[in-house]
């Protein structure tokens, strides 16, 4: 290897900074808010901001281990991940945390001493990186797109997607479901199938959609008195619709994050100053506290950092030309993405309250693991590239 070969591999650097450094803007921007809502507003004192340092230290080591596989080692252990996060999702369903059941109605969660763990969450990177296999394998096995390949591919989507889903629902928990199915749709979007089968299922899930909310608001008692869905599920259809209506009531919550929102005007209040109570505003309500502390300047500067993060992992999928690492991508993605219009439509009364927590801003570390999980798949995607590109043994 010549001279200039071994300075392209000492001053290139195999680690995309650039999304390393937006990370670091929102951790710091979810540590100041949590503290700003559990220190400062809600007088809870330093555990839950220590907490949820913790589980940014934990995150990272878990980027930095998710760096080291190549795609060629995911694609061989992405069953195992699959599997093993199906018999994570059925253990739950038998030990799960008994007294947050009672209080959030989910059976989501393990109980380790002082710290909960949702499995589901987990689950999401495992599930993405199976799927993704899933569809690069199909399309390299069909030489040509049809019609018919192209309900197969969607066969083998639903059969991968089905057992979680059903699953997740037995834990009632509508909101990872939710994201399940935004990365699910993300993924077959860029499959390759063709638009005579995209646009009639995506017609034919708008009108599901709106048929569910329609049989919700005019058969509310039968839903109920047959357990076919929980009264607080047909109450968030209604506040969603009517966030005003009962206000005093089953509405209560988004009520007063529409108002701390809106009370924080264009600069907001200041760091740690609310005058709004928000239940739960440490976690999925969140952007309630970022709004009123800074305004309307401090959302938007935050949504424009999301952007940031967004742009540069659609940047790595594009440079690294591997089929596999696209859907991976594509996955992880289609996971934060929605994870960021869901919290924020629902804090605002644009989306229905689904329990989505703000991408590593919202206190509670199994999102945040699994967040920073898929940063680290995105990231390994740069780093083995990079290192692909200038190895000894490339090609110039």
Known sequence: MNLSRRNIIQNDSR??????????????????????????????????TLFHGLWYAIGTIAIIVVMQLNSEQYW???????????????????????????????????????????PSEIFKPAYIVFLSRVITQHNNEVTEHTLKSDWVLLGKIALVALPPLVLIQLQNDLGTNLVIIAITAGMILVSGISWKILVPTFLIAVLLAGGIIAVVLLFPDFLIDNQIV????????????????????????????????????????????????????????IFATIAENFGFIGGAILLFIYFVLI?????VCFETKNEFYAYIATGVISMILFHILENVGMTMGLLPITGVPLPFISQGGSALLSNMIGVGLILSMRYHHRSYMFSDTAEF
């Open 15 to 48: 680690v995309d900074y650039g999304i390393v450094l937006t990370v670091i803007l929102l951790a710091i921007i979810g540590l100041v808010s949590v503290y700003s809502t559990t220190y400062l507003i809600e007088d809870l004192g330093l555990t839950p």
């Open 76 to 118: 061989k252990i992405s069953g195992y991940l699959y599997v093993f996060g199906l018999i994570l999702l059925v253990l739950v369903l038998f030990f799960y945390d008994r007294q947050l059941a009672a209080e959030v109605s989910a059976k989501s969660w393990f109980r380790f001493g002082p710290i909960s763990f949702q």
């Open 230 to 285: 929980a009264s607080y599920q047909i109450d968030r259809i209604h506040d969603w619709l009517d966030p005003f209506g009962n206000s005093q009531g089953s509405s209560y919550q988004l009520a007063q994050s529409i108002k701390a929102i809106g009370s924080g005007g264009l600069f907001g209040k200041g760091f740690g100053v609310s005058e709004v109570d928000v239940p739960v505003r440490e976690s999925d309500f």
């Open 311 to 315: 742009y540069q992992m659609v940047q």
